[in-house]
């Protein structure tokens, strides 16, 4: 079967810095997506990796490693608005999207 | 601004009482998508149109049908809601371009509540 992992809640520090991990085993693989979903909102777009390395937006950074099935998802100078889950999702090769649970984000001041 | 606009955002119906959901785009995005989401679980695919063409998961319940009656609007039936079917409902869009990444644009959701 199809699988995503990541952990489901993780704290941290206002102003630290955090890696959420995600592990996948899928049919195939056409890209990873990260997305941020605040309690009770719908999810947004964060990034998207489809070839192995570090993807940088601002304070946001992903990993790939496809040999490894593995993503992570960095976040530098956390504030408070980052707390949320975020999701890991995996377009296997029928261009389906697999999703993971989402690791619950909690940042203390 | 381009969006996903979901109704109701709110929306509490009795068991068995029938619920409509609705989306609408602007974003003229030729794919639309309905999830279902319950706490702290990953998003369920329910349907899915790519263009005209309705796509129903395998194991999405009789109970839930969808109607597409052009490219903006996409609507959820729920014949007979159970306790089981209360739960977030997300609608998305996306643009096949063929090439790079497929990303979902997601309405704010419809959260029903069933009593």
């Known amino acids: 079967g199809q699988n995503i992992d990541q952990p489901t809640e993780m704290t941290a520090t206002e102003g630290a810095i955090v890696q959420i991990n995600c592990t996948y085993q899928?049919?195939?693989?056409?890209?990873l997506f990260w997305y941020q979903q605040h309690a009770g909102e719908a999810p947004t777009f964060l990034s998207y990796?489809?070839l192995d390395g570090l993807e940088e937006k601002g304070r946001f950074s992903s990993f790939l490693s496809r040999s490894k099935g593995y993503s992570y998802l960095l976040l530098k100078e956390l504030q408070m608005k980052d707390s949320a889950s975020y999701l890991c999702?995996?377009?296997?090769?029928?261009?389906?999207?697999?999703w993971g649970a989402g690791t619950k984000l909690i940042i203390k001041p | 601004d381009a969006m996903v606009i979901q109704n109701p955002r709110y929306q509490v119906t009795q068991f068995g009482k029938p619920v409509t959901l609705s989306c609408s785009q602007t974003?003229?995005?030729?794919?639309m998508y309905w999830y279902q989401q319950k706490s702290s679980q990953a998003p369920k695919l329910l349907f899915h149109?790519?263009?005209?063409?309705?796509?129903n998961e395998a194991d999405t319940p009789d109970n839930f049908q969808s109607r597409r009656p052009n490219t903006s609007f996409c609507f959820l039936d729920i014949r007979s809601p159970g306790l089981g079917d209360a739960a977030m409902y997300l609608c998305?869009?996306?643009?096949?371009?063929?090439?790079?990444?497929?990303?979902?644009?997601f309405g704010a959701g419809s959260r029903l509540t069933v009593l």
């Open positions: 990796n489809v």
């Open positions: 899928t049919s195939g693989f056409n890209g």
């Open positions: 149109y790519y263009d005209k063409d309705f796509n």
């Open positions: 998305a869009t996306s643009r096949t371009t063929g090439t790079g990444a497929n990303v979902l644009t």
């Open positions: 974003l003229n995005h030729n794919v």
């Open positions: 999702a995996v377009e296997d090769s029928n261009y389906q999207l697999i």
